[in-house]
């Protein structure tokens, strides 16, 4: 386990429906990112949060909406989604410095979203 | 904007024999390198990564990484493959000063054969 929990695990939903994804990180850290995974594409890094701030987002659909109550929580609210939004959808946390950019990401095992 | 290219889309190698990834990158600077294994239904796992200093590098399971800063390159390799390294494997790259965003290549499937 790396630390990273997301619920729920799989997710079948319409396009009217409206649901939350959770992640919650157990590692003290103070950024954490949900990035979108689609069969043979890079992952799609969706949004971050930095210190509770949203610090990126990367022309996501409104239909996608972050919230950051915590460093330790991170949410994903979905509504109104199509199709072509089924994709695994990976929550990470990592320490960010001065440096920044040294220390590794640490992944949750994801929820795979059906969009019917 | 950093990016990586993973050439494969899928590596076939026997049980026993030497396995080789390999990853490309672009960075306006010098760069900090990742690798990450994806087991099926998994999220993505840290294997080692390159932030400065020695050129190879050591991580977890018996894999280890050259970076070549004339060539570009951040090959995963491990000399004994195993049937259970069977997995998708991940490069990314980090510009520490660019935006500092960390970005995946599409990654690549490793098939070790019995």
């Known amino acids: 386990e790396t630390g990273v929990t997301q619920t729920p695990r799989h997710l079948v939903m319409g396009m009217t429906n409206k649901k939350s994804l959770k992640c919650e990180q157990h590692l003290g850290h103070n950024a954490m990112y949900w990035y979108k995974q689609s069969a043979k594409k890079p992952l799609e890094l969706m949004f971050v949060y930095s210190l509770e701030e949203r610090v990126e987002n990367n022309s996501v659909p409104s239909r996608f909406s972050p919230e950051c109550p915590n460093s330790s929580h991170l949410f994903l609210h979905l509504h109104t989604l199509q199709p072509e939004d089924s994709a695994l959808y990976l929550c990470?946390?990592?320490?960010?410095?001065?440096?920044?950019?040294?220390?590794?990401?640490?992944f949750g095992p994801g929820t795979r979203l059906t969009v019917l | 904007a950093q990016s990586v290219a993973q050439p494969e889309d899928q590596v076939n190698v026997a049980e026993g024999n030497p396995l080789t990834v390999k990853c490309t990158y672009s960075v306006s600077g010098n760069p900090y390198l990742f690798w990450y294994v994806q087991y099926p239904n998994r999220g993505l796992q840290f294997l080692l990564k390159?932030?400065?200093?020695?050129?190879l590098v050591k991580g977890s399971y018996g894999f280890e990484a050259e970076f070549n800063k004339s060539q570009t390159s951040f090959h995963l390799k491990k000399p004994s493959a195993l049937v259970s390294d069977s997995a998708l494997y991940f490069c990314a790259v980090r510009d520490p000063y660019g935006n500092n965003r960390l970005a995946f290549g599409k990654g690549n499937q490793v098939v070790v054969i019995p």
């Open positions: 390159y932030i400065t200093g020695d050129n």
């Open positions: 990470a946390s990592s320490q960010e410095g001065e440096a920044g950019g040294l220390h590794e990401q640490f």
